[in-house]
């Protein structure tokens, strides 16, 4: 029980931001104009969101569960 409540404190917050970032990069930058080692990318505009999303939600996802493994209980 407690194990889904800690994954649950990780996997919420990190999802809700990653789409808030999500947002604020692709409101600025268009995909079709990234490019990776001065090489295009050959991947549609949906993919490149995609992708994104994922690496924004396993960056989030990450910081989340450093607060949490730093996180220390009161003695009760």
Same mark, same amino acid.
């Given at each position: 029980?407690?194990?889904?409540?800690?994954?649950?404190? +990780?996997?919420?917050?990190?999802?809700?931001?990653?789409?808030?970032?999500?947002?604020?990069?692709?409101?600025?930058?268009?995909?079709?104009?990234?490019?990776?080692?001065?090489?295009?990318?050959?991947?549609?505009?949906?993919?490149?969101?995609?992708? &994104?999303?994922?690496?924004?939600?396993?960056?989030?996802?990450? &910081? &989340?569960?450093?607060?949490?493994?730093?996180? +220390?209980?009161?003695?009760?």
């Amino acid at each position: 029980m407690m194990l889904t409540k800690y994954w649950m404190f +990780i996997v919420w917050p990190s999802f809700l931001m990653a789409g808030v970032m999500e947002i604020a990069v692709f409101a600025m930058v268009d995909p079709q104009d990234l490019h990776l080692f001065n090489q295009t990318i050959d991947v549609s505009r949906q993919g490149i969101y995609t992708l &994104s999303f994922f690496i924004f939600w396993i960056v989030c996802a990450a &910081s &989340s569960c450093l607060s949490l493994f730093l996180y +220390i209980e009161p003695k009760e």
